[in-house]
């Protein structure tokens, strides 16, 4: 490759005019184009020093041209430099720039407390400032009109490597109604990423109560099924807008995305995540949130009668454990969840706004001593049914299993078994009987 491909030479001004204007008087112009290689109108850009960087390879033509002797020409550089390395120059220098406009435009985002007036989050004046961080580069918006409390956003975008125009719809301002206090705390836990916005579960009633809150907040969601190839496809009792089978990911199983692509939305709920300690100081009762949250990453642990949100992340952790410990609802962490003995208000506070089926009845259980068994209980039951007298260690040995004590003991709280003598010989009661029966139905 030729040593001096790419070099550019800038230079002095007074220089680079005598330079082309010789030139231009002293040859035919079409003769000098071809001999340059140049258009007529950069030449003359070269002459009236528009343009301060040239090829060194056109600069050499032009010495020969107009006789300069290399002496002549040395005295009157300014600089040589690469143009790849000007281009890369320029490239950073651009987006330096884009970042301290955008860091600037990320300033002028209100705050949480800004935004909230009249029991209600003016989501219009948030977008009025994360405007300015979208509405460039490939995306332009067309149109936005606002009709009462709905807003109709017009853009156009590149998609599958062609521009196309859509259209979304967002909130002016969302109520701190129930409603949403319980979907922030879902949509914490089980929130959906890459653009989309709405919630992955598979429980049918939370799926249905996420259609019928983005509808309130004007987004039409569809319900996709994603499952694991090494499954069999799952049979859903309702009906399913898309299927995906994931062959590689985190999914484990099957779940089911509730929502729609609408960016700004996520973006705006991604900004009360950020800002959460602020929101949960703001919102009428945490205990919905709090609900919420359970009924996406909460579990209850029958046999020690506790109740547990799951949260790994450090930060909000944090922000958790200094809002549950107002409410008293806080006992400890234990590395992966924030645990709860406190049945009282989890029962008063948190189990009136809970939605999941398999949750609710096991709250009550440990609530108010109602509801049903699960499968792992029923067996134990039929054996105790079909022993009459076997002790906790003959249970353990007969079921293969290990800590039959904690499960038997909270059979017994509840009335389903009775023990007598020691070491404790275990009887079915009519209670117990009765939750065997129904399980057979």
């Known amino acids: 490759m030729n040593p001096n491909y790419g070099l550019m030479v800038e230079l ?10 010789k030139l231009l008087r002293n040859y035919n112009r079409i003769e000098l184009l071809k001999r340059l290689e140049r258009s007529s109108s950069t030449l003359y850009h070269y002459k009236n020093c528009r343009i301060k960087g040239i090829s060194l390879k056109v600069v050499n033509k032009a010495m020969k041209l107009a006789n300069i002797s290399d002496k002549d020409f040395s005295k009157n550089i300014l600089k040589v430099y690469n143009s790849e390395d000007s281009v890369k120059q320029i490239l950073r220098r651009g987006a330096e720039i884009r970042r301290n406009k955008i860091k600037l435009w990320k300033n002028e985002i209100p705050l949480v407390e800004n935004i909230i007036k009249n029991k209600a989050l003016l989501l219009e004046k948030w977008f009025d400032g994360y405007i300015k961080l979208i509405d460039f580069g490939a995306r332009e918006f067309k149109s936005i009109l606002k009709d009462g409390n709905k807003i109709e956003l017009i853009y156009t975008n ?10 979304n719809y967002l909130p002016a301002e969302i109520p701190l109604d129930n409603d949403f206090q319980y979907f922030f705390g879902l949509w914490c836990g089980d929130r959906l990423g890459r653009g989309r916005f709405g919630i992955a579960n598979k429980n049918k009633e939370i799926n249905f109560y996420t259609k019928y809150y983005l509808e309130k907040l004007y987004q039409k969601s569809e319900f996709i099924l994603m499952y694991d190839h090494n499954i069999k496809k799952p049979k859903i009792d309702y009906e399913i807008d898309k299927v995906y089978i994931k062959k590689t990911g985190d999914i484990k199983g099957y779940c089911i995305n509730v929502g ?21 100081n703001s919102i009428p009762n945490k205990y919905i949130f709090f609900a919420g949250l359970f009924d996406a990453e909460g579990n209850i642990l029958l046999e020690d009668k506790c109740f547990r949100w799951s949260c790994k992340n450090e930060e909000k952790v944090k922000i958790y454990i200094k809002h549950l410990k ?14 709860t003995y406190n049945k009282d208000i ?15 009845n096991k709250a009550n259980l440990i609530c108010h001593n109602k509801g049903y068994l699960d499968n792992r209980f029923i067996d134990i039951l039929d054996l105790i ?30 009335g389903y078994i009775k023990s007598k003598n020691y070491p404790k010989q ?9 939750e065997i029966q129904g399980a057979r139905i």
């Open 260 to 280: 729609i692509k609408n960016r700004i939305m996520f973006s705006f709920f991604d900004y009360l995540y950020k800002n959460l300690d602020m929101v949960l």
């Open 426 to 434: 275990l009887f079915i009661t009519m209670k117990g009987l009765k």
């Open 12 to 21: 002095k001004p007074n220089f680079q005019k005598e330079l082309f204007t």
């Open 158 to 167: 590149y998609s599958n490597s062609k521009k196309k125009t859509f259209i």
């Open 385 to 414: 049914y079909k022993n009459p007298g076997i002790t906790n260690s003959k249970l353990a040995k007969a079921l293969k299993r290990v800590k039959r004590y904690s499960q038997s003991r909270f059979l017994e709280n509840l």
């Open 326 to 339: 107002k409410l008293n609802l806080f006992r400890r962490y234990d590395g992966g969840n924030l645990v």
């Open 346 to 360: 989890f029962s008063n506070k948190i189990l009136p706004f809970l939605k999941h089926p398999e949750k609710i």
